[in-house]
């Protein structure tokens, strides 16, 4: 049990590393925020919601998974290298289809509900 509460306090500490110091993290942070009660005006079905919040939820955590490769990655070198650079792009790349498929999921929701 102790092991579980140095964990979630561990994830804290990484989740307010990256909101007061990756500008990506607060944006994501901030479109979670206003999910929060635009989603029940999309759809009130629970699987729904679950995804659209969910969806969310992922990219904040492909980009918190970015923002430590990325931070490892400078503590490694901050000269040009092909594969640190491979390895931010490949980081970049995830959270892209991340957003993909956030925009995905609240695409679908939202063009059943209004054009459904």
Known sequence: MLRLVHAFFNSLSGLKFGLAREAALREE?????????????????PWRLIAL?????????????????????????????????VAKDCGSAAVLMG???????????????FAG
């Open 29 to 45: 942070m901030i479109l979670i925020l206003l999910s929060l009660p635009l989603a029940p005006l999309l759809t009130l079905d």
């Open 53 to 85: 919040w969910g969806s969310l939820l992922l990219v904040l955590a492909i980009e918190l998974l970015n923002t430590g490769i990325e931070k490892l990655a400078d503590r490694v070198t901050r000269d040009d290298d092909d594969l640190v650079k």
């Open 99 to 113: 957003l993909i498929i956030a925009a995905s999921v609240w695409g679908v929701v939202a063009w059943e509900r």
